[in-house]
């Protein structure tokens, strides 16, 4: 987990100390703009997720402050072998979270965001150990509700000027780490 953390401080780092040393930064998001994620998310296991953005200032330094909102649900099916024994583990998670970002537009076609999310996430997930001709469990299924929270470093690359192309690094405690997709500006 300590890399993937370090991977993402990293990559936020560059995008932000890169965004103060750009020659030309763009003009901040108006205040109201908003903006609706689609991604699909990878690593651990596949998910899906939708989240907005509502420009909420656009007058610190270059940038834009937004607030919104994170939709998400992320499965992964673990498996590992021993001997003659094999054990499987099955996770899905359900993330609600509220978000913040900071944005620069390094280009009046290419955006970079970091920020923070936080919220409830309801997990459920099911083991089971299998050998010897049999299956046996120790824990058929169970369920909690936890805090999930999130460290965001994104870009978007607009091809025309209400869709961009959207990526997310997504430090999560339960979501996808990478994400791809479309945002929709409005």
């Given at each position: 987990?300590?890399?993937?953390?370090?991977?993402?401080?990293?990559?936020?780092?560059?995008?932000?100390?890169?965004?103060?040393?750009?020659?030309?930064?763009?003009?901040?998001?108006?205040?109201?703009?908003?903006?609706?994620?689609?991604?699909?998310?990878?690593?651990?296991?596949?998910?899906?997720?939708?989240s907005g953005d509502y420009v909420l200032v656009n007058s610190w330094w270059k940038?834009?402050?937004?607030?919104?909102?994170?939709?998400?649900?992320?499965?992964?099916?673990?498996?590992?072998?021993?001997?003659?024994?094999?054990?499987?583990?099955?996770?899905?998670?359900?993330?609600?979270?509220?978000?913040?970002?900071?944005?620069?537009?390094?280009?009046?076609?290419?955006?970079?965001?970091?920020?923070?999310?936080?919220?409830?996430?309801?997990?459920?997930?099911?083991?089971?150990?299998?050998?010897?001709?049999?299956?046996?469990?120790?824990?058929?299924?169970?369920k909690e509700t936890v805090l999930d929270w999130a460290g965001i470093a994104g870009?978007?690359?607009?091809?025309?000027?209400?869709?961009?192309?959207?990526?997310?690094?997504?430090?999560?405690?339960?979501?996808?780490?990478?994400?791809?997709?479309?945002?929709?500006?409005?």
């Amino acid at each position: 987990m300590k890399v993937k953390g370090l991977l993402v401080a990293a990559a936020a780092a560059m995008l932000c100390f890169g965004a103060q040393n750009a020659s030309a930064i763009e003009a901040p998001n108006h205040e109201g703009d908003f903006s609706l994620n689609a991604h699909v998310g990878f690593l651990p296991g596949v998910g899906a997720n939708i989240s907005g953005d509502y420009v909420l200032v656009n007058s610190w330094w270059k940038g834009h402050f937004t607030i919104g909102g994170f939709l998400g649900f992320n499965r992964d099916d673990d498996e590992y072998h021993y001997a003659d024994w094999k054990y499987e583990r099955i996770y899905s998670n359900f993330s609600i979270m509220a978000r913040a970002t900071y944005g620069l537009n390094i280009t009046d076609k290419f955006e970079v965001h970091a920020g923070a999310a936080t919220g409830p996430c309801f997990r459920s997930w099911k083991y089971e150990w299998h050998g010897h001709d049999h299956a046996w469990y120790t824990d058929d299924k169970d369920k909690e509700t936890v805090l999930d929270w999130a460290g965001i470093a994104g870009c978007r690359f607009f091809v025309t000027d209400n869709l961009a192309l959207s990526a997310e690094l997504n430090y999560s405690a339960y979501m996808s780490y990478l994400n791809l997709g479309v945002s929709f500006k409005f």
